[in-house]
Every structure is written in C-alpha cells, then in structure tokens.
C-alpha cells in the first residue's frame, strides 16, 4: 500500500475539506538513530492546517531532533515523515519550499538592520524581486517592527530578535512554520508579545505552527494540540485540557508532565545576552 500523502496544502486538492480534516503533517514510525541510541523511536503522528502543536518534553526527549527531521535538515533511521504531502527523504526541496524555520540558535545577523536581514532573506526564498518590498514591509508591520527597519538588529530586545527571526521565516509564505524553544530567553513581557503575534501568524496567514517549548504556560496558552516526549517516545498527544484531565481535577500541565515524564520542569537582554542564553539552551539531543 503506497502511504504517500498527496499535498494537501494544494487548495485544488482539498475542496470540500475544513482546515482541521488537512494533514500538512505526518509521521508514521518515525525513528532516528545515533549508534545504538534511538533519539526518537517510532513516532507516529499527525499535524493539521492552521492548527498550533506543541512539543514537550524534557532535556534529551527528541524535541529538536524531531524538528530536524520535519525540517529536512536530519535523514529518518526508520520510518516516514510527510510535510506538506512531501516525503521529507525523497522529496525534500519540495518540502523545504513549504515551510517556515526558526531555530533556537540565534539566526538574526546583528551587523545588518532588520530590513537588511529580511532582504537577505527574501533573496535566499527566491522570492522575485518585484514582490520584495511589499513582502518586506508586511512582515515588519506583521510584527511591530516597522518603525525599527533601519537599525541594527545589534541594538534590538530579545523579543524584537525573535521576531524578527519569525518575520524572516514569513516571507516566502511557508504553509508551516516550525518553532525551536521560540520565547527562550524572553522576560514575561517580551514573551507575550511573541505568544501574541504567534496568534496573529497564524490567524491573518492560515500557517499551521510546530513548536517546542519548556515553558507549560506557553504550551497551554498557544496549543491546539500537544504531544509528550520523554526518551524518544511518544507519550500522550491532546488538547492541553485532555492532557490536563488525565493527571485529575485543578491541575497544570506541569502536573501531567512530571506524571508522563517522571520529571520536573527545569532575564531578557540585548543581543550578546539572547545569543548566549539560547546556547545555553540549546538542547543536546
């Protein structure tokens, strides 16, 4: 049985579908392997248009090591994973033309204004030359940083980075975007106004979000849907509500995740500081 998905991003190809019935994303057995070690083990699973999903789980789970497959940037051991109805193996320029990437790692160049890395961007995506500008200033506005285009990104907050780095990923008009610990780093304030233009992305573009977080209020506050990972597994997948259910009446999801994990959870600055933080971040799976 060929379990190819067609492109079900392609509006000729789901009419008389809604946008929680269109898979832009599946895996089937996933698996990724280093040696003997299996960093993610057979994990099935299934994404929707429009829909914001969250992955959690703790330090080693196989969160970015997931991400990595989806994103084309980590050959699968085993098993399938389709994005945007495009094997990520065989397929996988197709599937890079479809989506949106903002890593954990710092991607903004600080040399440059923040019109200048959305140039750059631009030019990376292809995108013709005629549709720049207007992709360019949509983006800004999109994110609140209209009025601060033509300063170096080195003078930017930790959330005008971040959103920037999301506004680059926009450009091309990607059908996914996919999150690596996107508020790492952020004060509460800088956090929300992330969390807020997430939601904005999402409502304006009809872009489905993949993310990884630490941070359950995050999860709770933006997810459709999420999935626990603990050892490369997959633990549970639901609304944070039915995931908060089954750990039993008024508790969070930090209560459900040391339950499915057997683990507990583990200052915003300039440039230098989000740069340092998100390495220190960065998780080793």
């Known amino acids: 049985m060929d379990e190819r998905l067609e492109p079900s991003v392609d509006e000729t190809r789901v009419s008389g579908l809604t946008h929680s019935e269109v898979e832009v994303v599946r895996t089937i057995d996933l698996t990724r392997k280093f040696g003997s070690f299996r960093a993610v083990d057979r994990v099935s699973l299934t994404i929707y248009a429009e829909e914001c999903f969250g992955l959690i789980g703790p330090n080693g789970a196989g969160k970015s090591t997931l991400i990595k497959m989806l994103t084309t940037m980590l050959p699968p051991t085993e098993g399938k994973a389709f994005v945007a109805g495009f094997d990520v193996k065989q397929e996988a320029a197709e599937v890079r033309r479809r989506i949106g990437y903002v890593p954990q790692l710092l991607s903004a160049d600080g040399e440059l204004t923040g019109y200048e890395n959305l140039l750059l961007s631009a030019r990376l995506y292809l995108i013709p030359h005629s549709e720049r500008e207007r992709r360019i200033s949509e983006a800004l506005s999109m994110m609140g940083l209209k009025d601060f285009r033509d300063q170096l990104v080195g003078s930017y907050s930790g959330g005008m980075i971040r959103r920037l780095e999301i506004a680059q990923s926009t450009l091309h008009r990607p059908a996914i975007i996919f999150m690596d610990e996107p508020t790492v780093g952020l004060d509460p304030v800088g ?49 944070p509500d039915e995931l908060k ?9 930090d209560d459900t995740f040391a339950k499915l994990t057997g683990e507990e959870l583990a200052t915003e600055g300039g440039y230098r500081d989000v740069r340092q933080t998100r390495l220190g971040a960065r998780e080793h799976s």
């Open 245 to 253: 259910a089954q750990t039993g009446p008024n508790t969070t999801l």
């Open 191 to 239: 956090r929300r106004t992330v969390w807020d233009h997430v939601q904005r992305l999402r409502q304006e573009m009809g872009t489905a979000v993949v993310l990884t977080t630490h941070y359950m209020d995050e999860a709770d506050e933006l997810c459709d849907r999420i999935a626990v990972l603990h050892r490369g597994r997959l633990q549970a997948v639901g609304s």
